[in-house]
């Protein structure tokens, strides 16, 4: 484990000193962006389409077998490889944005109180989110943490996109995506005919209602949100399993 570790972390460092100026330029630009733009769902935008960018870039170079591209052409495994991957596409990544969204609000807390002498309130809810809830009829908001919501999502979501731009070699990032839309179009498709044809449910709109209740509704039932969990921690070690094999398959030494 010791070596592993020491291997990943020689792997994140040749990627830093290859990359500084590039990593700079770009994390500067989101500061910039977040700085101009502060509310939270531009913020978990970006958040989420510089993250595809990342690991688009990330696995690209996997795949090259340039000589000014040596950090994943180290004499390591493949398990070696994967692991710095998923550090660099969502854990630093993340931390990154995160870093980025907080300098950008101080910059946007300065500029205000300190130059303009303004008094104008400084977005700073990217974790929080508000929900109604109804109570004998009487609708209240509720302010809730969404910080391993988010975390969650975006875990999965990177190793999604990175089993993808492993395994497709051109327009990766597009065809990951429509594979992904495919695949809950089919999961939709069979919970309709399901609901038809065990539950004999008459109205297509009763047999789409679990489905609708996830996307529209935030205040979802108790077993609901268990099997949403369980299923994205089963799912997000799986995908990187898979794309260790993937890796594998490439034998990128």
Known sequence: MKTYLSNVILQVRRYFW????????FWAIITLLFTILDQRDFVIAVLFLSGVY??????????????????????????????????????????????????GNLL???????????QVP????LFQKTISIDTN?????????????ILMFFALSQ????????????????????????????????QVVLFKTLWS??????????????????TLPAFVNTIVVSGSCVALPFLWITSYFRLSEKQVI
Request: with cysteine.
């Open 137 to 149: 009829g009487v609708y209240q908001l509720k302010t809730e943490n969404a910080f391993w919501g």
């Open 54 to 103: 990342k690991t688009a870039r990330i696995s690209k170079e996997i795949r090259s077998n340039k000589k000014n591209i040596r950090y994943f052409l180290l004499p390591i495994s493949h398990a070696e490889k994967a692991g710095a991957f998923f550090l660099l596409n969502t854990v630093y990544h993340f931390i990154m944005t995160i870093t980025a969204y907080c300098i």
């Open 122 to 125: 400084v977005n700073w809810d």
């Open 108 to 118: 946007v807390t300065f500029t205000y109180h300190q130059i303009l002498h303004l």
């Open 201 to 218: 449910v008459k109205h297509l709109e009763n047999a789409l209602y679990p489905s609708l209740l996830m996307i529209n509704n935030s």
């Open 18 to 25: 290859e990359n500084l100026n590039s990593e700079l330029s």
């Open 159 to 190: 190793s999604v996109f990175a089993l993808g731009t492993l395994y497709f070699k051109r327009f990766a990032v597009t065809k990951t995506f429509f594979s992904v839309v495919l695949i809950l179009g089919i999961l939709l498709f069979t």
